[in-house]
């Protein structure tokens, strides 16, 4: 297991490594200049060129690189072009939002996906597994914008019971009130996804022979689903939901625009809107922690769940 | 009489016991944007920045709330001023008794001339080119500021009002603050700078020692939200009292029709023109630009964007400019003549032009609609989109032959002339700004109206630039494009509001709701 983890962890220092100079390039061969940005469209090419200088944006390109690098060894993400804050207080501040309402939405997602898809599986071809079938299918295809202004519509100007912009903070009805409608919109999406996953997961380990077997003995039925049967479809779950918290992460950017949410999605198309190349290296690099611890804790969630999986 | 004194005093008790209906002092404002950039009044560059910092800052003059052009210039910090004759030597008299904000000190001449000086600062100010021709400014006395110039400049006093390197800043705290002022902004105006939280708001409260009497709000909150669609219904639940519109017909028509609400389309417009690269193939031919010109029907495209929210182009300078041609001679719209021309040219079959173009929406539905008009004159227009910070570098580049740009500038024919028509502006040189056609046709009148006193002189001079630079077919002027907000009508500005300069309403000390 601690040389799985070593392994794992310098794969991930790999991986780090390559996204960092991939993003470091790719932000820059990219059209726009941040000074252009910063400055405005009445600016002279003299002020422009004078800012350049005075962001390092003049210097050759592996002069910049060797600078960024450095810094990020240190653990100096450098300054926003655009604020002048530090990148690392910028993305701090807003990550405690993102991290809520992803985990919020996962859970979510789980509480109706996993019972609503064994159902699904159980009731093959019935009433039930109709319903959760069409409504996953609706859940999937509904783009998270639309479904944001339904629930906006619905929830925050028909009923009144939730604000139109989703910023409270200080108390728990104020958390609640802004967290809510967030969480739905985005806990829509994963049910979706771990609905499906669940059903045809369980509906191959529902036909195993030692399925059959059980209710041979004259194990309840329950018993049968719920311990023996899940159990094992539960690999392909974990492995969506590991993947899927990427998604959402993405899937969270409009969420956050629509319901007027701080958070990393509206900092992110904020940096690249203005050419922030600090802001965007900054925050590629959390985007890729995440993505590498997800996938670390989903290989540790597979060994738990089974325990035929050996670390290796 | 003790009967009408005890009537008195039962009816005053009366009064004093009535319940006072709470009045609603706090105003949110709901802005279209992500979040804050640089609140630095010398650094900020966009509108929502600039829109803000307008309730924290002053000019020496200011232009009247609720007006959006120099022909409004009242005195702010200064109380009044004088200049010699040919206007290159200025003289202020700072108004006595201004605090700055938090507890920053009075506010005096030492203050003004240091402001200046960083507003000409490269480092510091985004504006320093606007005063490259002053040649020094001095306190003579606490009350006392000298602007001394090295020629006159068109609408001087433009420059010293409380807009972009015009707006004073208090010495004590930007000395003390350096780079870190952007996030502490210390001014002189009605509300001063509270709580910053990031892309949600910016509270402002009222400043009490405000020279012109304690404003009657007690907060502002300024909330950043860049979804139309959430703005709106934030708007509608109630959350918001006032919001920058989307600008479009369509959100003027639906926002109208919401109970106690007002829609303004207010000054200045936007020009929206075509700038043709008057050295590529086959724009060379003053026949094919002519052709476009006389293809483009203002008229439509006006009704099309929105009669309530747009009007048509004047000139090649946006009208109601000091200088502006209001009777500029454009080309009519006439298919026939522009066939013509183009067969003229020897393009009986049409030719193909190309535009690189931002994907911002107001603009590409525009350029769409231009690109109709055209077609139908056997124009092709070929349009390249790509997003908005590249068009920015890619035009700059000169890699688009026709640039369609959508501006409004400080309101002095000057300035807009200056930007997009002077050769030392051409794109690719060293002081290059935003001339994209590569035109020099009309660079002596531009320059001798920069610096003629004679105002009628002047205006003469920038009339016969405006008729060189359409007869040339340098630029096609379309449309202009006014600003959209809305807010509760229980909110009183406290002015007739006609326009703003920095393109959001002005909130002043007599702004206040009504219920």
């Known amino acids: ?86 990148v690392i207080q910028e993305v701090l501040n807003v990550l405690p939002w993102t991290i809520e309402l992803t985990l919020l939405s996962l859970v ?17 071809n019935r009433f039930t597994d109709y319903a959760a ?3 996953s299918l609706l859940g999937l295809s509904f783009p998270p914008f639309v479904s944001a202004l339904l ?139 995440v993505v590498v611890v997800v996938n670390l804790a989903t290989d540790i969630a597979y060994g738990i769940a089974d325990p035929r999986v050996k670390f290796q | 009489m003790k009967i009408k004194l005890f009537g008195a005093l039962v009816a005053s008790s009366l009064l004093l016991a009535s319940p006072v209906m709470a009045q609603k002092k706090s105003l949110v404002i709901g802005m279209g944007s992500a979040d ?40 702010d910090l200064a109380e009044s001023w004088t200049s010699n004759a040919n206007g290159t030597e200025w003289t202020f008299k700072i108004r006595a008794g201004v605090q700055c904000h938090h507890n920053y000190g009075p506010f005096t001449a030492e203050d003004a001339a240091f402001s200046l000086k960083r507003a000409a600062t490269k480092t ?24 001394t110039l090295k020629n006159p400049v068109a609408g001087f006093l433009g420059y010293v009002a409380n807009i972009n390197g015009g707006n004073m800043v208090c010495k004590k705290a930007a000395e003390e603050m350096g780079e870190n002022f952007g996030k502490k902004p210390i001014g002189t105006g009605p509300f001063e700078f509270a709580e910053y939280q990031p892309q949600q708001y910016v509270k402002l409260v009222a400043n009490k020692k405000y020279f012109r009497g304690a404003p009657q709000l007690e907060d502002i909150t300024f909330r950043y939200i860049p979804a139309d669609s959430s703005r709106d219904l934030a708007f509608q639940s109630g959350e918001l009292d006032m919001i920058y519109g989307k600008q479009d017909q369509s959100w003027v028509d639906r926002t109208s029709k919401l109970p106690g609400v007002k829609v303004k389309a207010m000054e200045p417009g936007e020009l929206s023109s075509l700038y043709l690269n008057i050295q590529s193939k086959p724009l060379d031919d003053i026949r094919v630009r002519q052709a476009i010109a006389h293809a483009i029907d203002r008229k439509s495209i006006v009704q099309f964007k929105g009669a309530g929210s ?22 009519e719209f006439d298919l026939a003549k522009s066939k013509k021309l183009l067969a003229d040219a020897g393009y009986p079959n049409g030719v193909t032009i190309k535009t690189i173009h931002t994907t911002l929406t107001g603009m590409q539905t525009l350029i769409e609609a231009v690109q109709a008009q055209l077609k139908k004159a056997g124009i092709t227009l070929d349009i390249e989109l790509v997003e908005h910070a590249t068009y920015h570098s890619q035009i700059r580049k000169g890699l688009s032959q026709v640039v369609h740009y959508q501006a409004a500038r400080f309101p002095v024919a000057d300035v807009y002339l200056t930007q997009f028509f002077d050769s030392a502006s051409i794109v690719g040189t060293p002081t290059a700004v935003t001339n994209f056609t590569n035109c020099n046709v009309a660079d002596a009148e531009i320059r001798a109206a920069r610096i003629e006193t004679d ?22 002027p379309v449309y202009e494009q006014l600003q959209l907000w809305a807010w509760k009508d229980n909110l009183d500005l406290g002015y007739e509001l006609h326009g703003s300069l920095n393109l959001s309403p002005a909130i002043t000390e007599k702004t206040r709701f009504t219920k």
Not at chain 1, 249 to 259: K, Y
Request: aromatic share 8%; glycine share 10%.
């Open chain 1, 1 to 86: 297991m601690t040389a799985f983890l070593i392994r794992r962890l310098g794969f991930a220092l790999i991986t780090l490594f390559a996204v960092l100079t991939l993003v470091f390039v790719l932000v820059r061969i990219v059209p726009g200049d941040p000074a252009q940005v910063i400055l405005g469209d009445q600016a002279s090419r003299e002020a422009i060129e004078a800012l350049r200088e005075r962001l390092g944006l003049n210097l050759p390109l592996h002069q910049q690189y060797a600078v960024f690098l450095w810094g990020a060894l240190k653990g100096d993400w450098g300054v926003s072009m655009i604020s002048g804050r530090p």
């Open chain 1, 108 to 124: 979510m997602g789980i509480a109706v996906g996993v019972p609503l898809g064994v159902a699904a599986a159980v009731r093959r």
């Open chain 1, 133 to 135: 079938r069409i409504g």
């Open chain 1, 151 to 289: 629930l906006l519509l619905a929830f925050a100007i028909g009923l009144r019971w939730f604000p139109v912009i989703s910023g409270g903070r200080g108390s728990f009805d104020a958390w609640y009130q802004s967290i809510t409608l967030p969480a739905i919109n985005l806990g829509i999406i994963s049910a979706a996804y771990i609905t499906r996953v669940t059903r045809s997961a369980m509906l191959e380990v529902l036909q195993e022979d030692y399925v059959r077997t059980a209710r041979a003995k004259g194990v309840p039925w329950v018993v049968v689903v719920w311990r023996h049967a899940l159990r094992n479809a539960l690999i392909p779950v974990i492995t969506i939901i590991g993947l899927y918290l990427g998604i959402l992460i993405g899937n969270s950017v409009l969420t956050e625009i629509v319901f007027s949410r701080p958070g990393l999605g509206k900092l992110i198309i904020g940096a690249l809107n203005q050419r922030d190349y600090p802001m965007l290296q900054g925050m590629m690099v959390i985007y890729t922690l």
């Open chain 2, 36 to 75: 804050a950039g640089k609140l630095d009044p010398h650094l900020a560059s966009t509108t929502p920045d600039k829109g803000l910092l307008n309730y924290v800052f002053n000019g020496l003059v200011r232009i009247k709330p609720g007006e959006a052009s120099p022909d409004f210039i009242e005195p």
């Open chain 2, 124 to 147: 510091t100010s985004s504006y320093s080119g606007d005063f490259a021709s002053v040649s020094n400014v001095e306190a003579v006395d606490p009350t006392t500021l000298k602007i």
């Open chain 2, 310 to 331: 747009s009007r048509e182009a004047v000139s090649v300078v946006p009208s109601g400019y000091l200088g502006t041609d209001e009777k500029a001679p454009l080309y």
């Open chain 2, 455 to 476: 105002p009628a002189k002047q205006k003469a001079l920038w009339k016969t630039a405006q008729e060189k630079l359409v007869k040339e077919v340098c630029a096609v």
